[in-house]
């Protein structure tokens, strides 16, 4: 088979052969000498290349500006890359940067704008993840921070005021700096210096301790997210807790008082029935009394006797609506006298301490003395030399000297000093610099010195002691009371009119509206000096007028004011209109702060009545059998020389027996100096 394909195949075999020959034959052609020897000669002919040389500089150069060229095309590639890179990073940060806090997200764009290379671009992504990672810790101080400064502007309840102070003893909200340390350290080495011993003032004395004792506690910033968790949530059960029992308080004393009222009402129903209740769509007659029945009843008709005419008493059951519109108001007057009666007798008792002879005091309390200030100047600031004061007035700057947060007023250049006030009149201010207060305090002798003390002590202790309780019964908060306070006025002739103010100027006239228990502000007007006695009075009537009579106030007013009361009243008597405008109208004469204009008629009737009831009673055979009757049995226990010998000595002596009255029984002695036989 093969040498058969072998035979097949010769016709292509002859031609390969024949195809290497020729292609062998042109080979040794071209390699012939001859040929080799022209080809070179024509390659010899072509020109000659010219030599090139390029100088160092010129190469220098040139590479230069190839390295430039490739820069810029690196540069511009690169800023591609950084913006890119800051987009991204951009995008991190918003998208777990809380919008709202704007501040930390602007400094995060900020960092993120200053990068320019790869290691400074890693450091601000390091540092942006941190802030994301502290952003919730952050917050969660945030919310206890805020809850704490909420929980100090409320008005705390006693215990709950307590365990907010325990709880801030754990921790700081802030860290002063080393500056603010030395200089509380200053403040409580310098208030313990004897010559500027009591001119810092104590509330500062009082900060600068606080801030030194906080010093070694932690930072509520250090603390863990869950710690401040478990602070915010104390801090919001305290002021939920303080919250529910303040509206339990109140609560309960809206439904106490709605008792009230509803048996106010039946009381009301039974003894006067409903014949001039008025029907609806049908206009009724207005029923009012004339003038001169108005002034009768109005002005001198008992309280007692109209609340005895509406509801009854409660000599034979009790009677909650008589307990409330009469009987807690006389005990509350009682108590307000009983208050002033004390406050009297610490002032007779620091003048017999002081060596004051109690018969002359009132010439001890106006002679007046002159004074000598080193450095005081008027309003226009000239020289002010000398400063004539009454006795009482030095009394009552040295009690102001003693307050400290008014001592600390008074020494601020731009307050202008002091107004002596007499008749009602304020005297053109003179400012008082730390020479001239210790000037005044030289002048005064021991015996001044003393009673400043004595009545100073006296607001500040046992007053400030009982007004304490009643605040917290009427507001549910306390009230927050200074050991060294003293009253404090100002000139209101240095303040800007306002308008509003004075159309509102009649709140100033409720109980617990008046500027004592107000927080004080600073200000620039000239405080008003008095007669120490007035201005202790003054301070004495109005809290204690708050202490026994706001409360009884408030309850007897509200039952007057109630809807369903007013309305059973108009339904039972003929004039039952005025009759409730009477009783409002005793109300506000209870307080002692208003006092209504009873009219002409009222002021002639009021000349003649008192006669005419006292001639009644003389008259009256039951009254006299009553005080027979009395007597009689009254000498049952007590014998019969002593009954008439106290009556002998009263007619006999009265001056003594009014002695002991007021000695003995307060409450006797202010109805004889307010015309008891009303």
């Known amino acids: 088979y093969l040498k058969g394909a072998w035979d097949r195949m010769s016709d292509m ?54 390295e430039a060229r490739g820069a810029r095309k690196g540069y511009r590639a690169g800023q591609v890359d950084l913006q890119a890179s800051h987009k991204e990073l951009v995008d991190f940060a918003k998208e777990n940067l809380p919008a709202g806090e704007f501040k930390l997200v602007a400094r995060a764009m900020e960092r993120i704008a200053k990068t320019r290379t790869p290691g400074q671009m890693a450091t601000v992504a390091k540092a942006i993840n941190r802030m994301v990672a502290n952003y919730e810790t952050q917050a969660i101080y945030q919310e206890a921070k805020t809850a704490f400064k909420e929980a100090k502007k409320k008005k705390l309840r006693p215990e709950m005021k307590a365990q907010l102070d325990a709880l801030e ?75 529910t029992k303040s509206s339990l308080l109140h609560g309960k004393q809206k439904r106490e008082l709605a008792g009230v009222s509803s048996f106010a009402v039946t ?146 250049n731009r307050q202008k ?31 001044e010195k003393s009673m400043a003390v004595a009545m100073q002590k006296h607001i500040a202790g046992p007053l400030a002691a009982e007004l304490g309780p009643v605040w917290l019964r009427h507001h549910g908060i306390p009230l927050d009371l200074r050991p060294d306070h003293w009253g404090r006025r100002v000139d209101a002739e240095f303040r800007a009119a306002d308008p509003e103010a004075i159309l ?27 007669n120490a006695l007035e201005h202790f009075d003054s301070e004495v009537n109005g809290t204690s007028a708050y202490i026994g009579q706001a409360l009884p106030f408030r309850d007897a007013t509200m039952l007057v004011k109630d809807r369903s009361f007013i309305l059973a009243v108009r339904a039972g008597l003929p004039h039952g209109a005025d009759v409730l405008k009477q009783l409002e109208s005793a109300l506000r004469d209870y307080l002692g702060l208003e006092r209504t204009d009873p009219g002409a008629t009222a002021r002639a009737v009021s000349w003649a009545l008192p006669k005419v009831q006292q001639a009644l009673l003389y008259l009256k055979v039951q009254i006299g059998a009553y005080q027979t009757a009395s007597l009689l049995t009254a000498s049952n226990e007590i014998g019969a020389k002593y009954l008439t010998a106290g009556s002998a000595a009263a007619i006999s002596h009265p001056a003594e027996t009014r002695a002991k009255i007021d000695a003995n029984s307060p409450r006797l002695s202010a109805r004889l100096r307010a015309q008891g036989h009303r």
């Open 169 to 243: 003893e754990g921790f700081k909200l802030t860290q002063p700096t080393a500056r603010t340390l030395k200089r509380m350290q200053s403040v409580v080495k310098a208030s313990e210096l004897e010559p500027l011993e009591g001119s810092i003032p104590a509330a500062l004395i009082q900060r600068a301790e606080i801030v030194l004792s906080n010093d070694a506690k932690p930072l509520l910033r250090d603390l863990s997210p869950e710690e401040i968790r478990g602070v915010t949530a104390a801090i919001e059960n305290i002021i939920h807790v303080n919250a």
């Open 417 to 447: 000093g002091i107004a002596i006030y007499r008749e009602g009149v304020p005297s053109p201010p003179v400012k008082l610099y730390v020479p001239d207060i210790q000037a005044v305090i030289d002048s005064a002798s021991d015996a």
């Open 504 to 530: 509102q100027g009649f709140q100033a006239r409720l109980l617990d509206q008046q500027g004592r228990f107000k927080s004080r502000i600073g200000v620039k007007a000239p405080i008003i000096i008095t």
């Open 267 to 412: 009381q009301v129903e039974k003894r006067h029935g409903v014949e001039y209740k008025e029907v609806p769509g049908i206009p009724g007659p207005r029923r009012r009394l004339g003038a001169l029945r108005e002034a009768m009843t109005s002005e001198f008709v008992p309280h007692e006797t109209r609340i005895f005419n509406l509801v009854g008493d409660d000599t034979t059951a009790p009677n909650p609506a008589y307990q409330t519109a009469y009987r807690n108001l006389q005990e509350g007057s009682g108590h307000t006298i009983t208050i002033r009666k004390a406050a009297t007798d610490a002032v007779q008792d620091a003048l017999a301490d002081a060596g004051v002879d109690l018969a002359k005091q009132e010439q001890w309390w106006e002679e007046e003395v002159t004074i000598d200030l080193p450095t005081a100047r008027d309003e226009d600031m000239n020289r002010v030399t000398q400063q004539k004061l009454m006795r009482g007035e030095r009394i009552d700057l040295l009690a102001h000297f003693s307050d400290s947060e008014t001592r600390a007023l008074l020494q601020r």
């Open 13 to 66: 075999r002859t031609r390969i052969i024949a195809t290497e020959k020729e292609q062998m034959a042109q080979l040794e052609e071209i390699a012939r000498p001859s040929e080799v020897r022209k080809r070179v000669k024509a390659v010899g002919r072509l020109p000659a290349v010219e030599k090139i040389e390029v100088s160092p500089r010129a190469l220098l150069r040139y590479s230069l500006q190839h």
